[in-house]
C-alpha cells in the first residue's frame, strides 16, 4: 500500500513514496551526515526459493530522486561498495550497482517472511552546501530470472519462434549470437516475421539472468514519475497539457485509468502535480483511487522515458518467454502460468482499492486472467489474482512469479528487426531529454524496434487465434506510437 511520510529538518525535506509492491513502506527517513540516507523498510511477503525450482527470489530495487532550491529532479546516486550500505536484519542482503542508479534489497531467508529492517545507504552525492534540499525515494518489488536455457517459441503460435526448417521450439543455451542462416538457426512460422539479421551476442536474449518488475507499472508510480519532471516534459509525456484546470485527467479518464491533475501547471514554466482520482470526488489518492491498477494508455515513448528514469531497460522478447516459460518445455499455445486454459475475470470487486480483485475463480487447469474483452473493461489491480494460498494457475504467474504477463495490458517489448537488434541491454542512467524522451543509445526510440507481447484485457481466444499466449507474435513488429487503452509496460535490469 501507498505510504507518504516527510520529514522537515532545518532546510533539508525528504519524501518516500512507495509504488505500491506488496505492501512495501519506507519511514523514518533521515540524511545523516550529508553522505548516508537512513530509513526503515517493511514488505510482505518476501521469498527466496533458490534451494529448489524456480531457484530464485524476489527483490525490492530501491532508487531517489533529489533537487535543490526547487530546481530539477535529480537521479540520486547510491554507492556501488556493499559495505558502504547496512541493515539491521541479518538476513536481508544488500547489493549496490556499478552505474550507482540504486541498490536491490532482497530476503537471503529460505521460504517467505515479512521483511522488517533499517537499512543505511551510503550515497555518492556531496550535499555539505545543498539548500533547500528535496529527496523523494521509490520502491518496486522486482522478481530475479535466473541464468539458464529454456526454449523459445511454441511452433503454434501467431508467428511463433522456431527453430529452421521445423516446427520446433528454439533451445537457447548461451548469449552468443544467433545466426538466421544456419540449417538450424532461429526462424519464424511467418516468413515475413523474420528477423531482419543475426541477433548479435551483445543482444539480451534471456540465457543471461536478469530482474524483472514483478508488476506491470502502475498508475500511481506513472503519477509519482510525472511529478518529478518539468512541465515540458508533463507536457510529452501526458494527452492533457498540464496547465489545464485541477481534475482534467492526465490521459483518459475512461478505461479505468485515473491519473489526473491534482495542481494545474503554470505558463510552461510551473509543472503540474499529479495522482488518482477514480472515485471522482474531491480527495486525491484515497485507498479507492485506483492508484494500484495497471497503467494503461502508454506509448512507446512513455514506457521508455519511465523505464530511463528509474534506471531500468526494456526487456527484449527473448527474455519475455525466458521470463515466462523457465526452463520447461514448450506447449502449443500455452498461457504463462503452463497450461493452455483460461478463466476470463469477468465481476469485480473492491473497486479502485488495494484489494481490487474479481469473484471469478481459477479452475485446476486454467489460470485467472483479465483477457476476452473482458467486460471490466479496463486493466486490474496489479497482482489481482494472487493470495496467500494461490499456486501459479490460480495466481495467473509466470514460472518465475511474474503477474499479470498474460492479459490485463500488453507488454512492451523489444523485437527483432533491424533497429530492435541494435539494442544491447545499456540501462537508463535516471535522466531524461528537455522533451522528457529517454535518451539511452540503441534503445529503439524510432518508430521501430518494438513490439508487444501477451495481451491485454481486450484481446481474444477464438478460433485458435490466441494473442495472450507465451510465444504468440501478433504485434510482431508494432511501433506503439498512439497511446491505446490496452498497452502498459514493465521494465528489467541486468543484475
Not at 23 to 50: C, G, P, T
Not at 296 to 325: S, V
Not at 413 to 419: M, W
Not at 438 to 454: I, M
Request: charged share 20%.
Amino acid at each position: 500500500m501507498k505510504h507518504l511520510a516527510q520529514i522537515l529538518t532545518g532546510c533539508f525535506f525528504l519524501f518516500y513514496i512507495s509504488l505500491n509492491a506488496n505492501n512495501i513502506q519506507i519511514q523514518q527517513l533521515e540524511l545523516v551526515e550529508n553522505q548516508e540516507l537512513h530509513f526503515q523498510i517493511s514488505w510482505d511477503h518476501a521469498w527466496n526459493v533458490i534451494d529448489q525450482p524456480p531457484y530464485n527470489h524476489d527483490a525490492v530495487w530501491v532508487f531517489g530522486k533529489y533537487r535543490v532550491n526547487q530546481n530539477t529532479w535529480e537521479p540520486l546516486h547510491f554507492s556501488k561498495e556493499n559495505e558502504l550500505h547496512q541493515s539491521s536484519a541479518l538476513d536481508v542482503h544488500i547489493q549496490g550497482v556499478e552505474d550507482e542508479m540504486g541498490v536491490f534489497l532482497r530476503s537471503d531467508f529460505i521460504g517467505n517472511q515479512s521483511v522488517n529492517a533499517d537499512i543505511v545507504l551510503g550515497l555518492n552525492e556531496n550535499f555539505e552546501n545543498a539548500s533547500n534540499l528535496e529527496i523523494r525515494l521509490f520502491a518496486m518489488e522486482m522478481v530475479y530470472v535466473p541464468e539458464g536455457a529454456f526454449y523459445l517459441g511454441d511452433g503454434a503460435a501467431s508467428n511463433s519462434f522456431i527453430q529452421k526448417n521445423t516446427l520446433d521450439a528454439l533451445y537457447i543455451d548461451s548469449e552468443n549470437a544467433l545466426n538466421v542462416n544456419d540449417e538450424n538457426g532461429l526462424s519464424c512460422i511467418e516468413e515475413e516475421a523474420l528477423p531482419f539479421g543475426d541477433i548479435p551476442a551483445n543482444y539480451p536474449k534471456g540465457f543471461a539472468p536478469f530482474y524483472g518488475m514483478k508488476y506491470e507499472i502502475t498508475q500511481q508510480q506513472y503519477a509519482d514519475f510525472l511529478n518529478t519532471l518539468t512541465y515540458q516534459q508533463q507536457a510529452e509525456r501526458t494527452i492533457n497539457a498540464p496547465s489545464n484546470p485541477v481534475g482534467t485527467p492526465a490521459f483518459r479518464f475512461e478505461n479505468r485509468n485515473s491519473i489526473v491533475i491534482k495542481q494545474s501547471g503554470w505558463q510552461s514554466q510551473t509543472p503540474a502535480q499529479y495522482a488518482c482520482n477514480a472515485n471522482a470526488n474531491d480527495v486525491f489518492n484515497e485507498l479507492d483511487d485506483g492508484g494500484y491498477r495497471a497503467c494503461n494508455f502508454l506509448n512507446r515513448a512513455d514506457i521508455l522515458a519511465y523505464l530511463d528514469w528509474a534506471g531500468l531497460r526494456p526487456m527484449t522478447e527473448l527474455e519475455y518467454e525466458k521470463a515466462c516459460r523457465g526452463p520447461l518445455e514448450s506447449q502449443a499455445k500455452e498461457f504463462v502460468w503452463g497450461t493452455q486454459d483460461v478463466t476470463d475475470a469477468t465481476e469485480l470487486l473492491e473497486d479502485g482499492t488495494a484489494w481490487e480483485g474479481v469473484n471469478d475463480t481459477a479452475s485446476l487447469l486454467a489460470g485467472l486472467a483479465n483477457y476476452n474483452y473482458s467486460p471490466i473493461d479496463g486493466p486490474l489491480r496489479t497482482g489481482f489474482a494472487a493470495q496467500d494460498y494461490t499456486n501459479r494457475i490460480q495466481s495467473g504467474a509466470t514460472y518465475y512469479g511474474m503477474m499479470e504477463m498474460s492479459g490485463n495490458l500488453w507488454e512492451y517489448c523489444i523485437n527483432v528487426d533491424s533497429v530492435g537488434l541494435q539494442f544491447d541491454g545499456k540501462h537508463g542512467d535516471g535522466q531524461l531529454d528537455e522533451n522528457g524522451n529517454a535518451n539511452v543509445v540503441n534503445w529503439a526510440t524510432q518508430n521501430y524496434g518494438s513490439c508487444l507481447r501477451g495481451g491485454g484485457w481486450n484481446s481474444g481466444d477464438f478460433e485458435g487465434y490466441r494473442d495472450a499466449a507465451i510465444s504468440a507474435r501478433f504485434y510482431a513488429n508494432f511501433s506503439v506510437i498512439t497511446r491505446r487503452n490496452t498497452v502498459g509496460g514493465r521494465g528489467v535490469r541486468t543484475p
